[in-house]
T-cell receptor, first 111, second 111 residues
Framework: KQEVTQIPAALSVPEGENLVLNCSFTDSAIYNLQWFRQDPGKGLTSLLLIQSSQREQTSGRLNASLDKSSGRSTLYIAASQPGDSATYLCVLVGGYQKVTFGTGTKLQVIP | DTGVSQNPRHKITKRGQNVTFRCDPISEHNRLYWYRQTLGQGPEFLTYFQNEAQLEKSRLLSDRFSAERPKGSFSTLEIQRTEQGDSAMYLC?????????FGQGTRLTVV
């Protein structure tokens, strides 16, 4: 059974700081990994998708990496802004299109 | 708007009533997922369709819950005899593989 853990569970940083969110998983047989953000009471917004054959993806201030051998992915946010405050979820798609959500990291960026 | 659409966005119902939610996926996405998210928790998988076929159901989907996707396009999730514990955000996602796209969710409050 795939288990996906995100560390830290909550993070509070001053505006402008660079930060790293971690996602670890137990089964490396995955098709892809997606990072989402979720604002309070809202749905999920896709940030980055990394396919199993890729090692990283970048979009603006965001960079996500994937290391299947060690069962880890990181989301790097550069020059954080108050608008980045949200819960960040990593989501894995494995065999038979089984989707597993991580435990989430709640980020607060303080102006 | 060509994203995943969910209706209604909010639903307040009395305990014991039946409710039905609708999800319109992105056109031509053959996979459709339903998730439930309670306050402070990550989304929990409920069920998954490939076209009109319901391929997987979580044990969370009790016999009061039923989901359909009759023509392989939109899907409905019905909850019969609602209970207070059914209060949650119900999220729908569609996927052409490999990326998943989420709707904004339907927030159900059972009073």
């Amino acid at each position: 059974k795939q288990e996906v853990t995100q560390i830290p569970a909550a993070l509070s940083v001053p505006e402008g700081e660079n930060l790293v969110l971690n996602c670890s998983f137990t089964d490396s047989a995955i098709y892809n990994l997606q990072w989402f953000r979720q604002d309070p009471g809202k749905g999920l917004t896709s940030l980055l998708l990394i396919q199993s054959s890729q090692r990283e993806q970048t979009s603006g201030r965001l960079n996500a990496s994937l290391d299947k051998s060690s069962g880890r992915s990181t989301l790097y946010i550069a020059a954080s802004q108050p608008g980045d405050s949200a819960t960040y979820l990593c989501v894995l798609v494995g065999g038979y299109q089984k989707v597993t959500f991580g435990t989430g990291t709640k980020l607060q960026v303080i102006p | 708007d060509t994203g995943v659409s969910q209706n209604p966005r909010h639903k307040i119902t009395k305990r014991g009533q039946n409710v039905t939610f609708r999800c319109d996926p992105i056109s031509e996405h053959n996979r459709l997922y339903w998730y439930r998210q309670t306050l402070g928790q990550g989304p929990e998988f409920l069920t998954y369709f490939q076209n009109e076929a319901q391929l997987e159901k979580s044990r969370l989907l009790s016999d009061r819950f039923s989901a359909e996707r009759p023509k392989g396009s939109f899907s409905t999730l019905e909850i019969q005899r609602t209970e207070q514990g059914d209060s949650a955000m119900y999220l729908c996602a569609s996927s052409p593989n490999p990326e998943a796209f989420f709707g904004q969710g339907t927030r159900l409050t059972v009073v």
